[in-house]
């Protein structure tokens, strides 16, 4: 990531793999962070677990509607926590201070930005995975069983998920840990209208083509249709993955427009609020 000219073709995989190495013996470092990415989706699992449990007792409608609830609350935890996997790598070097020797290392940017996707997937899986059985356990819903639907599920949601978390990082990037409150706030400012535990009708008709602008609603959409209807849809898979490729690229170009902004004002040493 220096300052000379960048070849797009230079990629080396020792340098994503040795930034995935620091992360994980950061990970491995504190029991707290890994404790940390079991809690959260734990506590949202048996709010909205036993929420249902009672619904189920009484609503017929939500009797035939069995897992719904929790199976949102596994899908937002995929796209949230993978947006914050990722941003929370990346903020580690900015309250290590340590972004300024990336920056004069051979590292490119590109390869960061792959070892911070790495780095989501490993925080994901290390909460998710005690979770899911979890779910299995107490309340007999098996995300697994979704089959491949639920890849389709989880790559939508996940490069949804990057896309958001490179935008936050250059953006912390360039305005400095004043701006790390977005790490938080960013995705939740689109979850009302991403659907994540209603229909798309639900909305406004103003508001309905904002949310079909956003593929996290096609990922809820197709989740409600599986599960209510047994029907799996595979046309609002495949329009989910066309705007995550154009998200994901705009993203990309945003960070790296942001990393050149930085490093002309001077801003990468600075890094403080």
């Known amino acids: 990531m220096s300052m000379h000219r960048i070849e797009p073709l230079d990629f080396a995989p020792h ?4 930034m995935v190495l620091r992360y994980l013996y950061l990970l491995r470092s504190s029991w707290p962070r890994i404790l940390e990415l079991i809690y959260w989706p734990a506590v949202q699992l048996f709010v909205w677990g036993f929420l249902q449990l009672y619904i189920t007792q009484n609503a017929g409608f939500f009797a035939r509607a069995g ?3 929790i199976g949102a609350v596994m899908m937002w935890d995929i796209l949230f926590r993978g947006q914050l996997g990722f941003s929370i790598s990346f903020l580690e070097e900015m309250w290590a201070r340590n972004l300024g020797n990336l920056m004069i290392s051979p590292l490119r940017p590109i390869e960061f930005v792959c070892a911070l996707m790495i780095m989501s997937i490993v925080r994901l899986a290390i909460g998710m995975v005690p979770v899911s059985l979890l779910a299995i356990a107490f309340f007999g819903f098996n995300i697994y069983g979704l089959g491949l639907a639920l890849a389709a599920f989880f790559m939508n949601l996940i490069l949804t998920s990057w896309a958001v978390g490179i935008v936050v990082s250059g953006l912390v990037l360039r305005n400095g840990l004043g701006a790390e409150s977005l790490a938080w706030t960013m995705m939740f400012l689109i979850m009302p209208v991403i659907c ?3 229909p798309v009708s639900v909305l406004p008709d103003w508001l309905q083509w904002i949310a ?3 593929p996290p609603t096609y990922v809820f959409e197709g989740m409600r249709a599986l599960i209510l209807e047994g029907v799996f849809r595979p046309d609002l898979m495949v329009e989910a993955l ?9 993203a990309v170009a945003v960070f790296l427009t942001l990393l050149n902004s930085a490093r002309r004002i001077g801003s990468l040493l600075q890094t403080g609020e």
């Open 196 to 198: 994540v535990y209603y």
């Open 212 to 214: 079909w602008a956003l």
């Open 242 to 250: 066309a705007l995550n490729a154009l998200y994901f690229s705009a």
């Open 15 to 18: 340098r994503v793999a040795a």
């Open 67 to 69: 897992g719904v609830f």
